[in-house]
C-alpha cells in the first residue's frame, strides 16, 4: 500500500514523542514532590502527573492515532495543512507543533463532520486499520473531490466481537453523534436511543469532551456519571480513564445519595407511594411543622444586663422568616442572627462595645429559645415521624397514608431500617434542610427509569450546571418509568433541554432488530423503531422440552465462536440455569454469563441466549419492557430457547 511505510514512520516519531512526554512527566513527578507551596494544589498536580505517567507508561504500544486530516490549499484556516488525530495529544519536538492532536480538538472536529456534501475545506480523510499496535492499513475518502463511501474500517470496528469490558469509540463516533458529544457546556440534552444506537458512548464521550473543553469552569463541581446498576459501571468504568479522564464520579443513584444503609424492602404498593412526586409536599409538611410559634420572650443576660426580645417580636421573626421559603436548617440560621441584631440594638443603645466575641456569645445564648421554636432536626427523624403514619394527610389518601406505615414501628428513628426508596426520601429531606452541592455536568444514563422523586434528588445537585440525560421509553422497567421526556426534564429542572432521538443502532444486528422491533409495537411506547447499521448477525429460535436442556446446547454452540456469551433468564431461573450449564462441564466465567434479566440493562455481548421469555414476561408488571430489553443485548447472535409459548408479539 503506496504510503504505509510513511505512515509507519510516522508512528515511530509518535512513540518517541510519547517517550519524551514519559520522561518529563516523571521529572516533574519527583520534581513535584519536592515542591512545597499551596498543598492542595501540590497534591493535585502530583495526582495528575502521576496518572499521567501511569496511562503514558501503560499504553506506548498502542496505536498513537485513528486518523489523519489533510486540508486543502484553499483552506482559510489550515491552508494545506495535515493532522494526525489520536487519543491524546502527543507534543513534538522542541515546540515544534504536536504531531498528533487530541481527538477534541476543534480542529479534530472536522474529521467526525465532514462529507463529501460539505467537505469543511478537507481534502482527504484518512482512517487508519491496526491489529494491536501495528499499522496494518489505510482508507482515504478524497471529499473534496465528492467521494465518501462505506469505509470498512468503520463496519469492522461495529462488527468487531466483544470481550471484556465497553471500549470508547473515539475512532468512529458518527456525525449525530459527534453533535451530541460536542455541545455547549450550557446547552442540556435528552436523548430518546433505540437500544445499541451508542447513547451511553454518547454520554461518556461527552463528559471527556467536556472536561478538556472546559476544564476549568468544571474543576469546582466536576462531571458525574449516573448509571443503573454495579454491574453496569463495572462494564462502562474503564472508558474515561482510557480517554484520560480519571476525575469523573461514576456511580448508581443509591450509591450517590447512601446516607444510611438500605436494609428493608418495601411493598409495591409502598414503593409506589414513596416514589410519587407528592411525597415532596408531605415531608416538606412534616419538616416545617416543627416550626412553633414562640411563646415566651428570649432573655439575654450579659454580665449584670438582661435584653429582651418579646414574644410578638420573635413571632413576627419567627414569621417572616417562614416566608422566605428558605431551606430549613438555612431559615434557623437566619432566626437566629435576627434575634441577635435585635439584642444587639439595644446593647448599643446602651452604650455596650460590641465586638465579634459578643456576638458569637449572644448567638450561642439564643440557642435554646431556637431548640424551642425553630428547632435542629436530622432527616431521619422527620422520616421516621412519617412513616410511623403521623403525616400525609390531606396530600395522601388514607390507603396510601397506610401502604408506607411501618406494620411494625421501630423504637427510635436510630434502630429504624430503611428502603432504598427511603434513601430517596432522607435525600428529599437533607434537600430541604441545606442544598446539596452542585455538579457542573451530570450524565444520567437509562433515565426513563427515573421516579419523580429520584428526578428531584438529581435536580437538586444540576441546579447550577447542565444534565445529558439518556434513555429508552421502551426499555422502561421500573414501576414509575417515565412515559414522555418533556415530564422527565420538566422534574428535573431543565424543561428547556434539546430533545434529539437516536435510531441508527451499532449493536443489533437487522435480524434480531426485526424481532425487537415487533415486541415493540406490542409496547405502550411512543418512541420510533431502530434501524441496524449491521446486515450480518444470527437470530435462531428454538422450542424445546426441556429448558435447561436446551439452554445448555445453546450455550455449548455459542462457545464455538468468538466472543462473549451471555445467558439472560428470569431472575427467578438464573441460579437453576447456572447449575446445569455447571453440571454439563460448561464454566461460567468471563467469557459465558447467566445474567438475571434485572441486571442486563446497558450490558452487551457477542451472542445472546434468552431463555423462556415467558417467564421473563411474567415477572413483573413491565415484564414484556424487560423483555425487549433481553432481546437487544446480542451484538452478533441471538438464541431464542423456550419450552412455553412465546408471548405474543414474539411468535
Ligand atoms: N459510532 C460508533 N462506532 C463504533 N461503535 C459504536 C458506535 N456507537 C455505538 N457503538 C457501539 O454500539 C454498542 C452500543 O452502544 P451503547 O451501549 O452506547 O448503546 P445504548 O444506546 O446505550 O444502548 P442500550 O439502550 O441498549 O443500553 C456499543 O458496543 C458501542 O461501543
Not at 446486515?535 to 436442556?549: A, F, I, P, Q
Request: hydrophobic content about 40%; glycine content about 10%.
Amino acid at each position: 500500500m503506496e504510503g504505509l511505510e510513511e505512515e509507519r514512520a510516522y508512528v515511530e516519531r509518535c512513540r518517541a514523542g510519547l517517550r519524551r512526554m514519559l520522561d518529563s512527566a516523571r521529572d516533574t513527578v519527583i520534581v513535584g514532590e519536592t515542591v512545597a507551596g499551596d498543598r492542595y494544589s501540590a497534591e493535585r498536580l502530583g495526582r495528575h502527573l502521576k496518572s499521567l505517567a501511569k496511562e503514558l507508561s501503560e499504553e506506548p504500544e498502542g496505536p498513537p492515532f485513528f486518523g489523519r486530516l489533510d486540508f486543502g490549499h484553499g483552506s482559510a484556516e489550515h491552508p494545506g495543512r495535515a493532522y494526525h488525530i489520536g487519543r491524546r495529544h502527543i507534543s513534538g519536538e522542541h515546540g515544534a507543533p504536536p504531531v498528533v492532536v487530541d481527538w477534541r480538538a476543534p480542529v479534530s472536529r472536522a474529521f467526525y463532520r465532514a462529507s463529501a456534501g460539505d467537505p469543511q475545506d478537507v481534502a482527504v480523510r484518512r482512517r487508519f486499520g491496526w491489529s494491536g499496535g501495528t499499522l496494518t492499513s489505510f482508507e482515504d475518502e478524497r471529499l473534496a473531490l465528492g467521494e465518501q463511501g462505506e469505509s470498512r474500517i468503520l463496519a469492522a470496528e461495529i462488527e468487531r466481537p466483544r470481550v471484556g469490558p465497553m471500549r470508547d469509540i473515539v475512532a468512529t463516533i458518527q456525525p449525530e453523534q459527534d453533535d451530541l458529544v460536542r455541545a455547549d457546556l450550557e446547552e442540556s440534552i435528552c436523548v430518546q436511543g433505540a437500544p445499541g444506537t451508542g447513547k451511553t458512548a454518547v454520554g461518556l464521550h461527552r463528559a471527556a469532551y467536556l472536561l478538556y473543553a472546559h476544564r476549568q469552569r468544571l474543576r469546582r463541581g466536576g462531571v458525574l456519571v449516573l448509571g443503573p446498576n454495579r454491574a453496569f459501571l463495572g462494564y462502562i468504568s474503564a472508558v474515561l480513564p482510557t480517554l484520560g479522564e480519571v476525575d469523573v464520579e461514576q456511580t448508581t443513584l443509591e450509591g450517590l445519595l447512601a446516607a444510611v444503609p438500605v436494609t428493608a424492602a418495601d411493598t409495591p404498593a409502598a414503593a409506589a407511594v414513596k416514589h410519587d412526586l407528592r411525597m415532596a409536599e408531605v415531608l416538606r409538611a412534616a419538616l416545617f411543622r416543627r416550626v412553633r410559634r414562640p411563646v415566651e420572650p428570649v432573655v439575654v443576660t450579659d454580665g449584670s444586663y438582661r435584653w429582651r426580645v418579646g414574644e410578638s417580636e420573635l413571632r413576627r421573626v419567627v414569621d417572616d422568616t417562614r416566608r422566605e421559603g428558605l431551606p430549613y436548617t438555612v431559615g434557623r440560621e437566619r432566626v437566629r442572627a435576627r434575634v441577635v441584631s435585635l439584642v444587639e440594638r439595644q446593647a448599643e443603645a446602651r452604650g455596650r462595645t460590641i465586638d465579634a466575641a459578643w456576638t458569637r456569645r449572644a448567638g450561642r445564648a439564643v440557642t435554646p429559645c431556637l431548640d424551642a421554636v425553630w428547632p435542629a432536626v436530622r432527616p431521619e427523624e422527620v422520616l421516621f415521624e412519617v412513616l410511623t403514619g403521623s403525616a400525609g394527610d390531606g396530600v395522601l389518601t388514607p390507603g396510601e397514608r397506610a401502604a408506607i406505615t411501618w406494620a411494625r414501628p421501630p423504637r427510635t428513628y436510630k434502630s429504624a431500617k430503611w428502603s432504598s426508596a427511603d434513601l430517596v426520601l432522607l435525600d428529599e429531606i437533607a434537600g430541604q434542610l441545606e442544598r446539596p452541592r452542585g455538579y457542573g455536568h451530570v450524565i444520567v444514563d437509562e433515565a426513563q427509569d427515573l421516579s419523580p422523586m429520584e428526578c428531584r434528588a438529581v435536580a437538586r445537585r444540576t441546579e447550577y450546571g447542565s444534565v445529558t440525560v439518556l434513555g429508552d421509553l421502551a426499555q422502561g422497567t421500573t414501576p414509575w418509568a417515565a412515559g414522555s421526556w418533556p415530564a422527565v426534564m420538566e422534574r428535573l429542572g431543565k424543561p428547556e433541554a434539546r430533545f434529539v432521538a437516536l435510531t441508527t443502532g451499532f449493536r443489533v444486528p437487522g435480524a434480531v432488530v426485526r424481532l425487537a422491533n415487533r415486541l415493540l409495537a406490542t409496547l405502550d411506547a411512543d418512541v420510533p423503531a431502530t434501524r441496524s447499521y449491521r446486515s450480518d448477525g444470527r437470530l435462531r429460535v428454538t422450542r424445546v422440552t426441556g429448558l435447561e436442556r436446551g439452554v445448555v446446547a445453546a450455550a455449548r454452540d455459542a462457545l464455538t465462536f468468538e466472543g462473549s456469551v451471555g445467558v439472560i433468564a428470569a431472575d427467578s431461573d438464573a441460579e437453576s440455569l447456572t447449575a446445569a450449564l455447571w453440571d454439563a462441564g460448561l464454566d461460567v466465567n468471563d467469557r459465558l454469563s447467566v445474567l438475571p434479566a434485572s441486571l442486563a440493562k446497558g450490558l452487551e455481548y457477542d451472542h445472546v441466549v434468552v431463555a423462556e421469555p415467558a417467564a421473563i414476561a411474567e415477572a413483573e408488571p413491565r415484564g414484556l419492557n424487560r423483555l425487549y430489553v433481553a432481546l437487544t443485548r446480542a451484538v452478533s447472535r441471538l438464541d431464542v430457547v423456550h419450552a412455553r409459548p412465546l408471548p405474543p408479539g414474539l411468535s
